[in-house]
């Protein structure tokens, strides 16, 4: 079964502070993303990431940087978090040929006040 | 237009009732398809692989129709823990998964 775990189910932080959120998989999977879902606007791409220390940006990474050191780790990190960044936070790996399916951790819902 | 599109219901069945979701797309380059379930506040979950044979895997029909440019899931026999949110997903080169908004379902005792 492949396995993807976040670092925490629930995260409150301040407005301003540095954030980071884990997301660790154990199925040796090349591709790694970041997602948020927020409620009507479903599932947006913040992140991507290929390879160890390759990563591209997806449709919204204004805010977020990421960190991609082993193949089996994945970063998110908002440098400033702000009130807009309140938001359910998804990790997800796959594979490529020939399922390219992926999977998702359980994610983390991070509150900015 | 959006890429992938889905009715969001909600679709309110009875138990034992089949019940069909459709979805569309747009870009005629995606080449993979899937249907994930999510439960409230919960993660995705992979439900299926939509090939283009169809498959079907116990009371879960997927079917992918090109030409048309829609995908469907069809669900027998419906039962209370099938209440979800149904996500449609279309895959773009390797990884660009497109999302749809999902169509909540609930079934009825």
């Known amino acids: 079964d492949v396995k993807v775990t976040q670092s925490s189910r629930y995260l409150v932080k301040r407005t301003g502070e540095k954030v980071f959120l884990e997301c660790v998989q154990d199925m040796d999977h090349e591709n790694m993303f970041w997602y948020r879902q927020d409620p009507g606007l479903g599932l947006r791409l913040i992140y991507f990431s290929y390879d160890v220390k390759m990563k591209e940006k997806g449709d919204i990474p204004e805010g977020y940087s990421v960190s991609r050191e082993k193949k089996e780790r994945f970063s998110l990190i908002l440098e400033s978090a702000s009130t807009n960044q309140t938001s359910m936070y998804l990790c997800?790996?796959?594979?490529?040929?020939?399922?390219?399916?992926?999977?998702f951790g359980p994610g983390t819902r991070l509150t900015v006040t | 237009r959006k890429e992938v599109e889905q009715d969001p219901g909600p679709f309110n069945v009875p138990e034992g009732a089949t019940v069909a979701f459709n979805c569309t797309y747009s870009?005629?380059?995606?080449?993979?398809f899937f249907w994930y379930r999510q439960d409230c506040r919960k993660e995705p979950k992979l439900l299926m692989s939509v090939y283009s044979s169809g498959n079907e895997d116990g009371r879960f029909t997927a079917q992918l129709n090109r030409a048309s440019q829609y995908i469907s899931l069809l669900i027998r026999d419906s039962k209370l823990s099938d209440s979800a949110t149904y996500l449609c997903v279309g895959l773009s080169g390797t990884y660009k998964y497109i999302f749809g908004t999902g169509t909540r379902l609930k079934v009825l005792a």
């Open positions: 870009n005629s380059a995606s080449q993979s």
């Open positions: 997800a790996s796959s594979n490529d040929r020939p399922s390219y399916e992926q999977y």
